[in-house]
């Protein structure tokens, strides 16, 4: 008896931000939107364009400066976070309604397993067929589906083929996987990034297939399973499976700053870089963790001669409070800086640990320090993150009262 094969679907939002706005305000649609933060903050990025932007070679990650130049009348939208979190639940609801094997690869991306599904909604294609107009009908948000009979399947016919039909579908198997996808550039490959890309280039594999044709010895050798796992890509072969509520534990936290101006001034610097790592210990501390490592990331105000510094350091035992954690941040940045104007930086705590599990100590006082920091998070839950805060976030460089009303460095 032949076994029966998986019916895996990626649904991906087209233009998730730009959508979400046109829903919003209508008479966007059909015109050139750009979703974008404040240029006068510095945050004037594009995070999404709608596809009448895109015909002018609009990309999300430009400057709006260059958006502007590409199509002088686009139309800039301020970022909404809070819409885009309620749109993405809205559709991950639509998406259970289907199968309750639904899990979520980004805000905007949904993998669902349909496998077994024939007798509720039909054959998977007819199953996707309803879920695009179901999103649409209840959103106002278009989205694509990429069906495969695994989840690499899917995500290749999403990302290659399906955002450039009109119908916003297409399918791939293991019958017709080499004949859409060997042709490819190998850039177009899942996993290849740049950097693997030149790799490849210089081994002379261009497309897909040239990678799918090499004995599976030869990226195995020269990078171990990461090349094995390029090489089955190739080939449309992914053996993992979708196991809701089953996501890899995360391995840290940490914030990131855009400042609205050039900082200069160590003690501004400084004050942002406490702030930040207020943040990530109240966030590891909301995960039951500590960290064991600290990396500070600092990024140079001069494009034309960049600058800069990413350096870490293991701290002496694992923490989440930020009396422990800032001393070896700021210690990190004094040593690393070279004195010249900053545009942004971040602070990342990772190697998180149970934070139940500690080593005691003669010469700490752990648990006040413990008792400290969950009176802090109590206020802070209860009356928002300004109800308590440092002093220094009332000097000319803190970011606090500014970062409180912003969801991942946008507005809410």
């Known amino acids: 008896m032949e076994k029966q094969r998986q019916a895996i679907l990626l649904a991906d939002a087209e233009s998730f931000y730009a959508s979400v706005e046109i829903t919003h305000n209508p008479s966007l649609r059909g015109k050139p939107v750009a979703v974008c933060g404040d240029p006068a903050l510095r945050h004037g990025l594009v995070l999404a364009a709608s596809k009448e932007a895109k015909a002018y070679g609009v990309k999300t990650g430009q400057p709006a400066w260059e958006c502007r130049r590409l199509c002088p009348g686009v139309i800039f939208v301020r970022p909404h976070m809070n819409r885009y979190l309620e749109s993405a639940l809205e559709m991950t609801r639509i998406f259970e309604q289907f199968t309750d094997r639904v899990v979520p690869y980004s805000i905007d991306e949904h993998f669902l397993d349909l496998s077994g599904c024939e007798r509720l909604w039909g054959t998977p294609h007819e199953a996707a067929r309803r879920i695009l107009r179901q999103v649409w009908d209840e959103t106002g948000i278009r989205c694509r589906i990429g069906l495969g009979e695994n989840p690499l399947q899917a995500k290749m016919a999403c990302d290659r083929f399906a955002k450039k039909r009109v119908d916003g579908f297409f399918e791939l198997n293991s019958t017709n996987y080499a004949a859409h996808v ?26 897909i297939g040239d990678l799918a044709r090499l004995p599976r010895e030869i990226p195995t050798r020269r990078w171990g399973v990461n090349g094995l796992l390029l090489w089955l890509n190739a080939h449309g072969i992914d053996y993992s499976t979708l196991q809701p509520g089953t996501l890899a534990p995360q391995k840290g936290v940490g914030h990131c700053a855009t400042l609205p101006r050039d900082y ?23 995960l039951g963790k500590m960290g ?23 701290l002496p035992e694992p923490a989440s409070a930020a009396t422990e954690v800032y001393p070896v941040a700021q210690q990190l940045f004094r040593r690393h800086w070279d004195g010249r104007p900053v545009r942004a930086v971040g602070l990342n705590l990772s190697g998180l640990t149970d934070r139940r599990c500690y080593q005691l100590s003669l010469f700490n006082h752990r648990e006040i320090t413990n008792s400290l920091s969950a009176a802090m998070d109590e206020i802070r839950e209860r009356f928002g993150p300004t109800a308590l805060f440092r002093a220094a976030s009332l000097t000319s460089g803190g970011q606090l009262f500014t970062r409180a009303n912003m969801i991942g460095g946008h507005e809410k």
């Not at 060997?182 to 497309?207: C, E, Q, Y």
């Not at 610097?269 to 207020?278: N, P």
């Not at 490592?293 to 034309?304: E, K, L, P, S």
């Open 292 to 314: 064991t490592t600290v990396h500070v990331y600092c990024r140079g105000a001069d494009f034309d001669h960049p600058s800069g510094f990413s350096r870490q350091k293991k």
């Open 182 to 207: 060997w042709s490819l550039p190998i850039g177009n490959l899942f996993g290849v990034g740049p950097r693997m890309k030149d790799h490849f280039n210089r081994m002379a594999v261009r497309t």
């Open 264 to 286: 200069a001034s160590r003690q501004e610097i400084e004050a942002v870089l406490l702030e930040l790592t207020e943040e990530a210990c109240f966030r590891a501390r909301t």
